[in-house]
């Protein structure tokens, strides 16, 4: 019996101690279990619920955990554009009001301290990476594309991701401008741009994410999303292309790496032939062999000859899954856009 297992053994028996069984049976009927194999979850919709009067959302973007084992969130509200989260669902902090498309959260380990960057996708005419503190001190920031010189002035910038190497060159996806991934060493400075908008194995449609995959240490990768595709695109950390990962039907976020396993959240799902469907995401989990396993709120991962068949929403629980946090126990927290101002939702590991 492993440690989840006995966790759950343990629960199970507490629950029959304390409670009547009339209570037991409300209580499993109301437990919903989505997910497929040995990756499964116990949903709990309200897990991030709050009084809007107070902490008002309006998209819940991405969400990381920092090494205190708090959950930091970043929205596009202003009166606080960053939540911070204990795993129980209760407010310890919020912050920022400089962010008013604040879009990407990225949470990166600097000599012993988390710093993070943030992505404002800058509709408003002032888009911005920056590198901050965990409590919002700006700590640099990156410049425009169109002041290095590498975008025409009518090219536009409208950043998503960022992602940090290990040797701390971050990697800039403009998933809602140009197309490109940009790259820039520690202090900020310019390196390289490679992708672009189009069609070709190199290239993207919504440059929604871009992420560092050292699950290989040999081979360090770059795993960048191309949502129109539903894919996932490979590439060296000098920009080279290596490979395509599709995901038929499923248009993608940012790749989440934890442990060996691949997350993202799903934030559309279609019908074969036709464009996204509103309100149809789910969340994807894929092993290292870039194989999906589990499609909590999707329908099961089917392989024919190989080949990955369409996966479409089958539970009517999310919206549009816009990331997805993997906490240390390894449960999930599903941050969402166009979601009616929900609040996160926690899937817990069974």
């Known amino acids: 019996m492993n440690r989840r297992q006995f966790t759950q053994r343990s629960a199970q028996v507490a629950a029959l101690t304390f409670f009547p069984v009339n209570i037991i049976s409300k209580m499993s ?16 919709k309200d897990w991030g619920q709050q009084d809007p009067s107070l902490v008002p959302v309006n998209n819940c973007h ?66 911005q990476v920056v590198k901050t503190t965990l409590t919002g001190d700006v700590i640099m920031r990156l410049n ?22 290990p040797n701390g060159d971050i990697y800039v996806a403009d998933g809602y401008g140009s197309q490109w991934i940009l790259q820039f060493n520690y202090r900020g400075e310019y390196i390289r741009k490679f992708g672009g908008q189009g069609d070709a194995d190199h290239q993207f449609q919504t440059a929604h994410g871009v992420c560092v995959d050292l699950r290989n240490p040999d081979i360090p990768s770059l795993v ?18 290596l490979s395509t990962i599709f995901l038929p039907g ?51 991962p089917e392989y024919e000859n190989g080949e990955l068949q369409l996966m479409l929403q089958q539970e009517k629980i999310f919206n549009h899954c816009h990331d997805v946090c993997v906490d240390k126990d390894e449960n999930l927290y599903v941050c969402q856009w166009n979601a009616g101002k929900t609040y996160p939702i926690k899937l817990e590991r069974v």
């Open 29 to 44: 009927q109301a437990d919903e279990i989505i997910g497929h194999g040995d990756y499964q979850y116990r949903v709990h």
């Open 62 to 127: 991405e969400m990381v955990q920092d090494r205190q084992g708090r959950l930091l969130m970043i929205g596009d509200d202003i009166r606080n554009n960053i939540l911070i989260y204990n795993t129980d669902g209760k407010i310890i902090d919020t912050w920022g009001s400089e962010y008013p498309f604040g879009h990407g959260l990225t949470l990166w380990d600097e000599g012993g301290e988390d710093v993070l960057f943030i992505c404002d996708n800058g509709f408003d005419g002032n888009p």
């Open 144 to 165: 425009h594309p169109h002041e290095l010189g590498i975008y025409d002035q009518s090219d536009p910038y409208h950043p998503t991701e960022t992602a940090v190497a």
């Open 224 to 241: 960048c999303t191309s949502r129109g595709h539903n894919a996932f695109k490979k590439f060296t950390l000098d920009g080279e292309y």
């Open 250 to 300: 499923a248009y993608v976020c940012r790749a989440v790496i934890h442990n060996q396993m691949l997350y993202s959240g799903v934030c559309w799902s279609r019908l074969r032939y036709l464009n996204q469907t509103p309100d149809s995401g789910f969340v994807t989990i894929l092993d290292e062999t870039d194989r999906v396993v589990s499609n909590p709120g999707g329908t099961a």
